[in-house]
């Protein structure tokens, strides 16, 4: 009990540090700018953030989200985005354990972040984001396989599953779906086998429900542009988490 308390904070703690480099991520690569090295600075004074105010949430709650120079105010996005990320480290630990595929799905859902927050303030997805992820699907299928006889056309299927009929209906629908979600959607199923099928309804459920909200509320129209990047890594999150018992071709854990 006392252990599982003690492990719980260190995943959160672990999640929290991630998170803050997620934001350099999120900051960094939309402008090209390299995310490893540099210090981080204060974008309206320019100050260098000193180490122990550039704590993950902590820092923020401190500062009551101002720098401490200026008294510039800090995007709340910053400490979102790190408890998010250690929420979601601990919803994996509960469901996965202290495990490899803990730490394969850990990071699919920092990387998500960052191509979600990246679409949501600039509606793109990095390429070299989804080539990362392309990478960390192949090494997961190659562990999958190696650990639990998943056969390899698994993640062949994977691919192409929601990517392909994405591309159909991307030809009818040109304005609102874009490469980059197939993109998006063919990485995810390379990670997470036929599944990605669900993810996909999830993440359209999710992206309709929310589009008819806004209809309804600000009397916005079915031109007003949401991203889809965020819904479908939602609707990728759900799927892996609670995914497993519907599917029959669910991911083996
Ligand atoms: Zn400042």
């Given amino acids: 009990m006392i ?12 999640g929290l540090v991630i998170g803050s480099f997620l934001n350099v991520c999120i900051y960094r690569i939309p ?16 100050t260098l953030i000193p180490w122990y105010l550039n704590i993950p949430v902590f820092s923020y709650l401190f500062l009551r989200g101002r720098c401490k120079n200026c008294r510039g105010l800090i995007s709340p996005v910053y400490p979102a985005v790190e408890l998010l990320n250690g929420i979601l480290y601990l919803i994996v630990w509960f469901t996965y ?5 803990s730490a394969f799905l850990a990071m699919l859902l920092s990387v998500l972040i960052v191509v979600s927050f990246i679409d949501w303030q600039k509606r793109v997805i990095s390429n070299k984001l989804v080539v990362f992820l392309l990478g960390l699907s192949v090494l997961h299928g190659v562990y999958q396989s190696v650990y639990f006889g998943a056969a390899w056309y698994t993640w062949v299927i994977g691919f192409f599953a929601a990517s392909v009929p994405l591309f159909f209906l991307s030809l009818f629908f040109p304005d609102g779906l874009g490469g980059e979600d197939i993109k998006l959607m063919a990485a995810a199923g390379l990670f997470m086998g036929p599944p990605v099928l669900l993810a996909l309804f999830l993440g359209s459920l999710y992206a309709g429900l929310t589009a008819l909200l806004l209809i309804t509320v600000k009397k916005g129209s079915l031109k007003s ?4 990047g965020p ?6 999150f759900t799927a892996m988490i609670f995914g497993g018992q519907i599917f029959l071709f669910a991911v083996p854990v």
């Fill in 3 to 14: 252990e599982n308390i003690i492990i719980s904070f260190i995943v959160l703690l672990y």
């Fill in 97 to 101: 354990g202290l495990s490899l595929e």
């Fill in 225 to 228: 542009e949401i991203p889809f």
């Fill in 31 to 46: 402008i090209g700018k390299s995310v490893v090295g540099g210090r981080s600075y204060c974008p309206h004074c320019d």
């Fill in 231 to 236: 819904f479908l890594s939602l609707g990728i």
